[in-house]
């Protein structure tokens, strides 16, 4: 059985998904899809021990080698993502059964926990496989699913976004296919690895560069890269709340996972470094600036932290465009730790929303008398978005200020601490409101409101105390991520 965990990682949720939607019943399909998110877990820490331990696993589906045949390979860096993908979307589970009762009609829970499992399915897909078309074929998997997801919001304002995801989604999609193409008219194979081998015999034609440039922009647009982030902030805000914690700490993480792959594992480090570097750099400071901007004027709360998404996606773009072992570290770092950051903010917005049906700012004057353990999540995930010392979100930033430092970019380094300073502006505004407003009193917060169910605040706080503990014991991630940054840099694993 541990010989076949790489295409269990996939088949389990894959399974799951229609079994669920058999059962018809909203109590058992969550218990199954918990069951299932929790197998998926274990197989992908299994996967991690096994990639320490003994190096890359290639497994061959059907018998066929690869290139002939569909290969799923699993190294350092999709172990990695394939644990954070699978703890998180198990986590946000947990929660589900309390937190889409409000937002999701009893007839339809069911079909949530069916495209939600198809959802995680692709996403670890994506990450699992080492075919350059199955990735295709995973992603439009998990975008369908996606689409499906964010129109199950109650505001009707939620079909546009998911009329605007899809349009965008697939223009990027296409972009990606066409690079496929491309490669594959090049190289003759869809192997990543073979690929890769293939390439550099004709690394100065312009059809590479062309399939390069398809690629980057197709994938771009869906880790929402500045500027092409303009389907997120309405996906983030009209999505159920649970879809929204769902994607904000794994949709966007296997996106950034899939431009690592193909940046560097296809095409190599020192491909297009004269134009990717600057490119990345520039477009990762607009986006930290410019979205925190946007983000601190912002009236609803979701929508804010949504902005603060892209901004933070900024982040990890820059890691990228330094270039170096460090710099990849940094962002593989921040991919981890804003995971763990946005799966608890939102979802203890989730549980705002189970108590008092919004997330306007108004509403959140004098919240914490009455919701203060949500409160205090909220408090503690956004000084760890900050990156205050002993939280997540100050290891990874301090690595990313210190590989600009090492490669001669203090001006970079600097604007990466002042883009931080903007997040205390709009962390604080709401934890002033929460804690030092005052109510309306024709408002719902002011009469006598209840905190969240348990049933919400443990996977809350689970997420919350996981942001304390990696940083102050770093070694899981710190290792890992210097593992594979050195190994996809050239090095060995």
């Given at each position: 059985?541990?010989?076949h965990?790489p295409?269990?990682?996939?088949?389990?949720?894959l399974?799951?998904?229609?079994?669920?939607?058999?059962?018809?019943?909203?109590?058992?399909?969550?218990?199954?899809?918990?069951?299932?998110?929790?197998?998926?877990?274990?197989?992908?820490?299994?996967?991690?021990?096994?990639?320490?331990?003994?190096?890359v696993?290639s497994?061959?589906?059907?018998?066929?080698?690869?290139?002939?045949?569909?290969?799923?390979?699993?190294?350092l860096?999709?172990?990695?993502?394939?644990?954070?993908?699978?703890?998180?979307?198990?986590?946000?589970?947990?929660?589900?059964?309390?937190?889409?009762?409000?937002?999701?009609?009893?007839?339809?829970?069911?079909?949530?926990?069916?495209?939600?499992?198809?959802?995680?399915?692709?996403?670890l897909?994506?990450?699992?496989?080492?075919?350059?078309f199955?990735?295709?074929?995973?992603?439009?998997?998990?975008?369908?699913?996606?689409?499906?997801?964010?129109a199950?919001?109650?505001?009707?304002?939620?079909?546009?976004?998911?009329?605007?995801?899809?349009?965008?989604?697939?223009?990027?999609?296409?972009?990606l296919?066409?690079?496929?193409?491309?490669l594959?008219?090049?190289?003759?194979?869809?192997?990543?690895q073979?690929?890769?081998e293939?390439?550099?015999?004709?690394?100065?034609s312009?059809?590479?560069?062309t399939?390069?440039?398809?690629?980057?922009?197709?994938v771009?647009?869906?880790?929402?890269?500045?500027?092409?982030?303009?389907?997120?902030?309405?996906t983030?805000?009209?999505?159920?709340?649970?879809?929204?914690?769902?994607?904000?700490a794994?949709?966007?993480?296997?996106?950034?996972y899939?431009?690592?792959?193909?940046?560097?594992?296809?095409f190599?480090?020192?491909?297009?470094?004269?134009?990717?570097?600057p490119l990345?750099?520039?477009?990762?400071?607009?986006?930290?600036?410019?979205?925190?901007?946007?983000?601190?004027?912002?009236?609803?709360?979701?929508?804010?932290?949504?902005?603060?998404?892209?901004?933070?996606?900024?982040?990890?773009?820059?890691?990228?465009?330094?270039?170096?072992?460090?710099?990849?570290?940094?962002?593989?770092?921040?991919?981890?730790?804003?995971?763990?950051?946005?799966?608890?903010?939102?979802?203890?917005?989730?549980?705002?929303?189970?108590?008092?049906?919004?997330?306007?700012?108004?509403?959140?004057?004098?919240?914490?008398?009455?919701?203060?353990?949500?409160?205090?999540?909220?408090?503690?995930?956004?000084?760890s978005?900050?990156?205050?010392?002993?939280?997540?979100?100050f290891?990874?930033?301090?690595?990313?200020?210190?590989?600009?430092?090492q490669?001669?970019?203090?001006?970079?380094a600097?604007?990466?601490?002042?883009?931080?300073?903007?997040?205390?502006?709009?962390?604080?505004?709401?934890?002033?409101?929460?804690?030092?407003?005052?109510?309306?009193?024709?408002?719902k917060?002011?009469?006598?409101?209840?905190?969240?169910?348990?049933?919400?605040?443990?996977?809350?706080?689970?997420?919350v105390?996981?942001?304390?503990?990696?940083?102050?014991?770093?070694?899981l991630?710190?290792?890992a991520?210097?593992?594979?940054?050195?190994?996809?840099?050239?090095?060995?694993?």
């Amino acid at each position: 059985m541990l010989s076949h965990l790489p295409i269990l990682q996939v088949i389990v949720p894959l399974l799951a998904a229609p079994a669920c939607l058999l059962l018809n019943n909203p109590r058992l399909s969550w218990l199954l899809a918990c069951f299932a998110g929790g197998v998926s877990l274990l197989i992908s820490s299994l996967l991690l021990y096994q990639v320490q331990q003994s190096g890359v696993i290639s497994y061959m589906l059907g018998g066929w080698d690869a290139p002939w045949g569909i290969e799923y390979r699993i190294d350092l860096l999709s172990a990695y993502v394939l644990l954070i993908v699978s703890a998180i979307g198990t986590v946000v589970l947990l929660a589900a059964n309390t937190g889409i009762r409000q937002e999701i009609a009893d007839d339809k829970q069911s079909l949530f926990y069916v495209l939600y499992l198809l959802c995680l399915a692709g996403l670890l897909g994506i990450v699992a496989t080492g075919d350059i078309f199955n990735v295709f074929v995973f992603l439009e998997i998990s975008s369908l699913a996606t689409y499906a997801l964010v129109a199950f919001g109650r505001d009707r304002r939620a079909l546009l976004a998911a009329y605007q995801y899809l349009i965008l989604g697939t223009i990027g999609a296409t972009f990606l296919l066409i690079g496929i193409g491309l490669l594959y008219s090049l190289t003759g194979t869809l192997n990543m690895q073979d690929v890769a081998e293939r390439l550099p015999q004709g690394t100065d034609s312009s059809s590479v560069y062309t399939a390069f440039a398809f690629m980057i922009v197709g994938v771009g647009l869906k880790l929402a890269l500045f500027p092409l982030h303009l389907w997120l902030p309405n996906t983030y805000t009209y999505a159920p709340s649970m879809v929204t914690a769902f994607l904000a700490a794994t949709a966007t993480k296997v996106a950034i996972y899939l431009l690592i792959r193909l940046h560097f594992s296809i095409f190599g480090d020192d491909f297009g470094k004269e134009i990717i570097q600057p490119l990345f750099i520039t477009l990762g400071l607009m986006g930290i600036f410019v979205a925190s901007m946007v983000a601190i004027k912002q009236p609803n709360i979701k929508r804010l932290f949504a902005y603060s998404s892209v901004a933070q996606i900024g982040y990890m773009i820059i890691g990228i465009g330094i270039g170096t072992s460090l710099g990849l570290q940094a962002t593989l770092l921040h991919l981890f730790n804003h995971a763990l950051m946005k799966g608890a903010l939102f979802l203890a917005l989730a549980a705002v929303v189970y108590r008092i049906g919004s997330t306007d700012r108004a509403s959140f004057n004098g919240l914490a008398k009455h919701m203060p353990w949500t409160m205090a999540a909220i408090v503690v995930a956004g000084l760890s978005l900050i990156g205050v010392p002993l939280t997540v979100g100050f290891i990874s930033k301090w690595y990313l200020v210190l590989a600009s430092f090492q490669n001669g970019l203090w001006p970079v380094a600097l604007l990466i601490v002042i883009g931080s300073l903007l997040a205390v502006y709009y962390v604080w505004a709401l934890v002033e409101s929460a804690y030092f407003g005052k109510a309306d009193v024709n408002s719902k917060a002011s009469t006598q409101i209840n905190e969240a169910p348990l049933s919400l605040l443990i996977p809350v706080w689970i997420l919350v105390l996981a942001n304390i503990y990696f940083g102050i014991d770093t070694r899981l991630p710190l290792e890992a991520s210097a593992s594979a940054a050195s190994f996809l840099m050239g090095g060995s694993q």
